[in-house]
T-cell receptor, first 114, second 111 residues
Framework: EADIYQTPRYLVIGTGKKITLECSQTMGHDKMYWYQQDPGMELHLIHYSYGVNSTEKGDLSSESTVSRIRTEHFPLTLESARPSHTSQYLC?????????????FGPGTRLTVL | DQQVKQNSPSLSVQEGRISILNCDYTNSMFDYFLWYKKYPAEGPTFLISISSIKDKNEDGRFTVFLNKSAKHLSLHIVPSQPGDSAVYFCAASAAGNQFYFGTGTSLTVIP
């Protein structure tokens, strides 16, 4: 069973607040990802990292930023939340070694910005 | 432009019957395909995958078929059970780095 955690699970916050969504994995995976998903829509890649001190923006433009200072930790920060940021945020990780190429997902953070 | 498409937003099937979920892709460079299952308020969980060198992969009640010439894959669930009711996402990757997801198909298995 995958060990990837996200906190908080649910967050309701006012416009203009700074928020950080936490994601941690204990599997030693080198690759980590952040997706944004709305109901009935595909998962959109917003950030990814292939290792410590490596971060890239995904296909979906996002006003968020990420950091990867430790292998196990990949937090996502919104400097000033807006109602358009309301969505579900999913963190995932995978190993570049071994036969399996699947990503392991955390439980997600449901963000609501009022 | 969406590279992975699931054209059926929902599917209802009687318990014990076969569920067939479909997925189409446009990028011929994709060489690895996966199916994920997602319950509400949870993250997706990996179900089954297939490499482009194969046309079929089976794992218990779940079978994935790949038709490269048609750029089409399908997930068969036999027999369907009420616990299979969830949203199923198809995903594709080229060289295992970035993954592209479909919009999902909501499966309801009726007891």
């Amino acid at each position: 069973e995958a060990d990837i955690y996200q906190t908080p699970r649910y967050l309701v916050i006012g416009t203009g607040k700074k928020i950080t969504l936490e994601c941690s994995q204990t599997m030693g995976h080198d690759k980590m990802y952040w997706y944004q998903q709305d109901p009935g829509m595909e998962l959109h890649l917003i950030h990814y990292s292939y290792g410590v001190n490596s971060t890239e923006k995904g296909d979906l433009s996002s006003e968020s930023t990420v950091s990867r200072i430790r292998t196990e930790h990949f937090p996502l920060t919104l400097e000033s939340a807006r109602p358009s940021h309301t969505s579900q945020y999913l963190c995932a990780s995978k190993s570049s070694r071994g036969a399996g190429l699947q990503q392991f997902f955390g439980p997600g953070t449901r963000l609501t910005v009022l | 432009d969406q590279q992975v498409k699931q054209n059926s937003p929902s599917l209802s099937v009687q318990e014990g019957r076969i569920s067939i979920l479909n997925c189409d892709y446009t990028n011929s460079m994709f060489d690895y395909f996966l199916w994920y299952k997602k319950y509400p308020a949870e993250g997706p969980t990996f179900l089954i995958s297939i490499s482009s060198i194969k046309d079929k992969n089976e794992d218990g009640r779940f079978t994935v078929f790949l038709n490269k010439s048609a750029k089409h894959l399908s997930l068969h669930i036999v027999p369907s059970q009420p616990g299979d009711s969830a949203v199923y996402f198809c995903a594709a990757s080229a060289a295992g780095n970035q993954f592209y997801f479909g919009t999902g198909t909501s499966l309801t298995v009726i007891p």
